[in-house]
């Protein structure tokens, strides 16, 4: 199994640009998550997708920032405008059906510089 | 308030000590399920164990162990005879039966095992 794939795995672009990151969750696993990582607070949950459908996406900044999962295996994070705040490292994770336990997995993430 | 507490920030060890990572936890709902994760310096969370609350029995993994205690509140991790591929951050996680799709995170412990 590849695991989570995300791309790219560095982004570094200028303020005001569009960015747009990647996922391919494990094959089967019908939950896909969209985290954010820094220093000041942590790994927050942006956004999370059930069988492609959003279901939660309160943890998601503000308008500037969006989510897609058009098929089981790809979504999106894009932010439009970027702004230097949104740097950060952003993670991709899946989580297989079944029970309530399931722990989720990673991806590599992608971390982000906004210049 | 914050459902997950690691208190210890940074943590340095020589070689084959001990290690014990703390992990308070805070929840309302009497079914509930905690989480270990790894992040070593290459990025990438690293998924380490799971527990449910209903089962405090401590699990033991090679070098690792982990204590479970729902009178404390804790979900401790302890690493026997450190080795420096055990440094790295390590993040204790909670999610609640009636929304166990949202982890909490804790902030995560800095192990630094030196030679």
């Known amino acids: 199994d590849a695991g989570v794939i995300q791309s790219p795995r560095h982004e570094v672009t200028e303020m005001g640009q569009e960015v747009t990151l990647r996922c391919k969750p494990i094959?089967?696993?019908?939950?896909l998550f969209w985290y954010r990582q820094t220093m000041m607070r942590g790994l927050e949950l942006l956004i999370y997708?059930?069988?492609?459908?959003?279901?939660?996406d309160s943890g998601m900044p503000e308008d500037r920032f969006s989510a897609k999962m058009p098929n089981a295996s790809f979504s999106t994070l894009k932010i439009q405008p970027s702004e230097p705040r949104d740097s950060a490292v952003y993670f991709c994770?899946?989580?297989?059906?079944?029970?309530?336990?399931?722990?989720?997995?990673f991806g590599q993430g992608t971390r982000l510089t906004v210049v | 308030a914050q459902k997950v507490t690691q208190a210890q920030t940074e943590i340095s060890v020589v070689e084959k000590e001990d290690v014990t990572l703390d992990c308070v936890y805070e929840?309302?709902?009497?079914?509930?399920?905690l989480f270990w994760y790894k992040q070593p310096p290459s990025g990438e969370l690293v998924f380490l164990i799971r527990?449910?609350?209903?089962?405090?029995q401590n699990e033991i993994s090679g070098r690792y162990s982990w204590n479970f205690q729902k009178s404390t509140s804790s979900f401790n991790f302890t690493i026997t005879a450190s080795q420096v591929v055990d440094s790295a951050v390590y993040f204790c996680?909670?999610?609640?039966?009636?929304?166990?799709?949202?982890?909490?995170f804790g902030s995560g412990t800095k192990l630094n095992v030196k030679p």
């Open positions: 994770a899946s989580r297989a059906p079944g029970t309530k336990n399931t722990e989720a997995f």
């Open positions: 094959s089967g696993h019908d939950y």
């Open positions: 997708f059930n069988n492609n459908v959003p279901i939660d």
């Open positions: 929840t309302r709902d009497t079914t509930y399920y």
């Open positions: 527990r449910n609350s209903f089962d405090e």
């Open positions: 996680a909670l999610s609640e039966e009636h929304n166990f799709n949202k982890f909490y």
